[in-house]
């Protein structure tokens, strides 16, 4: 008769340690992270211009915009339209902190980030009483809020509709500011694609995923959608606002032009394209999008309508995205050739086995292996 187990006794209470690769979760590739990584770095040295150089400030900015409400929009899945709100509302007050108050650029970047995701933890209060397009209507008509006061302000305190400008942004000269600027923008991002990546792969990414994909079945497991929905629209915000505080200390400007309908529509089009809910989408969708408003310059009557027409051929072809498309048929080809490679071992050891009725150790395991025991 087996000892009876105490209450007390740690192996009968303790839960299994999260592993996010037990969930399913994908694992980072060091070898293609390692060569972008190194391209991003040298691109400075091999971008054929400096106009090119500009592009991808802007873009690794965007980017970092972009992942922040890639965690609403895509893993939270609330339908968040207020975004660019929090990115000016970054901007203005790195601006106006670098203006007013005896501090170092570097320090307003944080008072920013906090800033917005202050308001945006306010914000997400009334958006709990709150499900699909009345969400949308909320978050859109405060961010048009936000915008109309900026530029009906007479105060001189905003700038108005010409903005705020000449605050001396980093503070960088000569012929390697840009270069500067740039690496700056690049950190940004690539320290916001691990917060997203740990975000995601813990156990409030998953309580967020669970609370899109299924409200009622994630509220009966005890996931507290008021909890989980205001983390990560304060997380968003705070991410939001660091991006807008960037742009306006690598540009010198903040105005109202950061928010908008062509802003928005551009920002979105880059999240649809690349994949919304993986963290892969958004990269790609940026540079590509980024790259492609350059081209564009000249033709800027056309430029939001050749937007419009790639946001509508990816949601007819791929309306997941160009991530999560292209990963499906890498799955899938991986998934034939393993087929084929276990009916060509599966054959082989069915010859051994008619020449000799013994099987070897080896073969034995190896076959073990195979199924997985």
């Known amino acids: ?32 992270i390692t060569v972008a990584l190194v391209v991003g770095i040298l691109f400075p040295f091999l971008a054929p211009d400096r106009s090119w150089l500009t592009v991808a400030t802007l873009a690794m900015i965007t980017l970092t915009l972009a992942q922040s409400w890639n965690l609403v929009l895509g893993y939270g899945g609330v339908w968040n339209f207020g975004q660019l709100a929090f990115y000016a509302l970054g901007a ?56 109309l006061l900026i530029i009906a302000d007479q105060s001189g305190v905003t700038g108005g509709a010409y903005g705020l400008s000449g605050f001396g942004g980093f503070g960088f000269t000569g012929p390697g500011a840009a270069n500067v600027n740039y690496w700056i923008g690049l950190a940004a991002a690539v320290v916001t694609c691990l917060i997203v990546l740990i975000l995601v792969r813990s156990p409030l990414g998953n309580g967020m995923i669970a609370m899109r994909d299924n409200p009622t079945l994630a509220s009966a497991r005890g996931i507290s959608q008021r909890t989980y929905q ?17 742009y306006a200390h690598v540009f010198e400007v903040a105005s109202p032009t950061l928010m908008g309908l062509g802003p928005m529509t551009l920002v979105v089009t ?18 590509i999008l980024s790259f492609v408003q350059m081209q564009l310059q000249d033709v800027p009557e056309i430029r939001l309508a050749a937007l419009g027409a790639v946001l509508l051929i990816v949601i ?7 991530v999560p498309f292209f990963s499906a048929v890498w799955a899938r ?28 150790p080896a073969a034995a395991a190896r076959e073990g292996a195979e199924r997985g025991l």
């Open 92 to 147: 203005y007050s790195a601006a106006l902190v670098t203006m007013y108050l005896p501090i170092p650029a570097w320090l307003s970047i944080p008072i920013a980030g906090l800033v917005s995701g202050g308001i945006a933890l306010l914000l997400s209060i009334p958006i709990l009483r709150l499900r699909g397009i009345y969400v949308s209507l909320l978050t859109f008509g405060f961010a048009e809020v936000v915008r």
């Open 270 to 287: 880059m999240l649809v394209v690349g994949g919304l809910g993986t963290v892969t989408g958004p990269i790609i969708g940026t540079l």
């Open 333 to 360: 080809f991986q998934a034939w050739m393993d087929e084929d490679e276990y009916d060509e071992d599966e054959d082989v050891e069915d010859g051994a086995s008619v020449e000799s009725s013994s099987e070897s």
């Open 316 to 322: 007819l072809l791929m309306p997941r995205g160009l």
């Open 230 to 246: 205001m983390l990560v629209f304060a997380v968003s915000g705070f991410l939001a606002g660091v991006a807008g505080s960037l």
């Open 1 to 32: 008769m087996s000892a009876p187990t105490s209450v007390s006794d740690p192996r009968a209470v303790a839960l299994p340690r999260w592993n996010a690769k037990v969930m399913g979760w994908p694992q980072p590739r060091p070898l293609p």
